[in-house]
């Protein structure tokens, strides 16, 4: 059963007060607060078995690692991925984006190639292949959205060609909270026998994600969006691209045998983890995602689906106030403006009133040039939030209309 | 006026104001008040960055008194302006540049200058009194 008194009792923060209000928390596409669950286990890792994984002879090591090759396994059977090799540990979204961009970009991407993201991209989508592209002489191409944030997914059959090497796309946007049509632009992709890159850093906290069943070729995600800790991040690759492709930074941990005449790199996963990887981050994110599905994804979108739907519903009721992307198909955030009056105004008032939400381009100035605007005003959910927080946050938009006009 | 009796009497107006909302509407109504900069001064060269809103600063030397002028397209922000241009506009080069804006912390404004804040109002104090010096060394 779906207790969200239970759930906020699980997240500590959720009861802080700030300015002496009790703290609403909106900005959780920023990043999720993080339940004690996940707090306690890396306290008790590091309290009873810390000690560098891969490396050691010792007790503690055989620990650390087996913990660190069970959180891939948790990983793993979260995404539903066919192997443990197709589970790359990283920083983050961005160095998942990166990695590829590298290692991928250069193995098959050349000069006059082609390769296509969206126009709703976060900057982590669209900077690494701009970069890729300059330096391979290739070139980016677009697929445009509507003014309701729906891909035009019809100029997509335009865009394929024989040059196209990758297709990049967002799941969910993070500017819009639209949901992508992704598993269509992977079937159209691959009659072309193109590669897709999934971005779901703002779709695996909120819905069910199954690699096979999207039959995407990688998927990109973060741990601290989904109330793991900072710092650790997913690369999930289907294994025929990861094997063909080279390593992206090298160093220990990654190789077979090293001398000064050659280096041989070990297998997957270990080809792509160089280093001292943050192997307590992978703990959290394991931790995170266990308590993820003792609540059940489909319950975890539901009660997201029905917070944002009450969202829409209130703050349609509003006069002077511009919701962006009226997609049907949304979860996770909502984006905003109150007509005539700038988003950081309404922000700063927002906060002395104790609601965390974002303003600002969301690192996606292409969607604001879209609408030809500077910013907007976005409120994110997680698991936690509540109608009356929507009902404080209406209020305080309300509050912040009378005292801004 | 010198810039610390300037600073004094703000300080005198924002006491009895002792809600944050009480200090945000008198932000709004400065705001509100404060001149709009022409178009033509708000230029990538005279833009102060900040991701979260834009400030646009001009100055310029009179009889030894250094004249600026700021705008912001957030409103609040144009209040934080109209006080700080009340404080420093007018003044002598060598004063702007020593000067210490003691009076945000007093009324519980500085932590909207600190630069995570990215609204442009940092890199704005921090110009004021670049240019300041600048006027100082030209002479």
Redesign the interface.
Same mark, same amino acid.
């Given at each position: 059963m779906f207790d969200i008194n239970k759930i906020r009792s699980d997240f500590p923060i959720i009861n802080e007060k700030v +300015?002496g209000r009790p703290l609403i928390y909106l900005d959780n596409a920023a990043t999720t607060q993080k339940p004690l669950v996940v707090l306690n286990k890396t306290t008790e890792f590091y309290k009873t078995i810390n000690s560098n994984i891969h490396r050691g002879v010792h007790y503690l090591s055989e620990q650390a690692s087996a913990a660190y090759e069970n959180a891939r396994k948790t990983v793993k059977d979260f995404i539903n991925a066919r192997s443990l090799t197709e589970v790359i540990f990283t920083r983050s979204t961005t160095e998942s984006i990166n990695l590829l961009a590298d290692s991928f970009g250069n193995t098959y991407v050349r000069e006059g190639d082609e390769i296509i993201i969206t126009e709703m991209e976060h900057h982590s989508n669209i900077v690494p292949w701009q970069v890729l592209c300059e330096r391979r002489g290739a070139h980016l191409k677009i697929i445009p959205f509507d003014d309701n944030g729906l891909l035009l997914i019809d100029k997509l059959h335009d865009l394929i060609n024989i040059k196209t090497k990758l297709i990049a796309i967002n799941h969910v946007s993070n500017a819009l909270g639209v949901v992508n049509p992704v598993k269509d632009i992977i079937r159209m992709a691959h009659q072309h026998n193109i590669p897709v890159l999934i971005d779901g850093a703002q779709s695996i906290q909120h819905l069910p994600v199954d690699v096979q069943d999207l039959d995407c070729d990688f998927l990109a995600f973060s741990g601290h969006k989904m109330y793991a800790e900072t710092g650790v991040g997913i690369l999930y690759g289907k294994e025929k691209w990861l094997e063909a492709m080279p390593p992206y930074q090298t160093g220990g941990g990654m190789i077979t045998s090293v001398s000064f005449d050659e280096t041989k790199f070990a297998g997957l996963p270990q080809k792509f983890e160089a280093g001292t990887v943050n192997y307590v981050g992978a703990i959290s994110l394991a931790a995170a995602i266990e308590y993820l599905r003792g609540i059940g994804m489909k319950n975890v979108f539901t009660h997201e689906k029905e917070l944002l739907d009450y969202t829409v519903k209130q703050l349609n009721g509003m006069d002077d106030l511009t919701i962006y992307g009226n997609s049907p198909n949304r979860c996770g955030t909502i984006s905003f403006n109150l007509n005539g =009056?700038?988003p +950081?105004?309404v922000? @700063? =008032?927002l906060d #002395?009133l104790g609601i965390a939400i974002r303003?600002?381009?969301h690192c996606t100035e292409p969607v604001m040039r879209h609408f030809g605007i #500077?910013?907007t005003i976005r409120a994110s959910f997680a698991v936690y939030n509540t109608r009356d927080e929507i009902d404080v946050l209406v209020d305080g938009i309300k509050k912040a209309r009378e @005292?801004?006009l | 006026m010198k810039i610390d009796e300037i600073q004094s009497q703000i300080i005198k107006e924002f006491a009895p104001l002792e809600e944050w909302f009480e200090k945000y509407e008198k932000l709004i109504d400065l705001g509100k008040k404060l001149p709009v900069m022409d178009e033509e001064y708000k230029t990538e060269a005279n833009l102060m960055s900040g991701c979260q809103s834009s400030v646009w600063i001009t100055s310029r030397l009179e009889n030894g008194r250094v004249i600026f002028q700021a705008d912001s397209d957030a409103l609040i922000i144009r209040g934080i302006i109209a006080i700080l241009l009340k404080v420093v506009n007018n003044q002598p080069p060598e004063d702007i540049s020593s000067m210490d804006l003691y009076f945000l912390d007093t009324i519980g404004l500085s932590s909207n200058l600190s630069p995570s804040r990215a609204n442009g109002l940092a890199s704005l104090v921090q110009y004021i009194k670049d240019c300041a010096k600048e006027y100082l060394y030209e002479r």
């Open positions: +300015y =009056i700038h +950081y105004d922000g @700063m =008032i #002395k303003t600002g381009n #500077k910013g @005292m801004l | -």
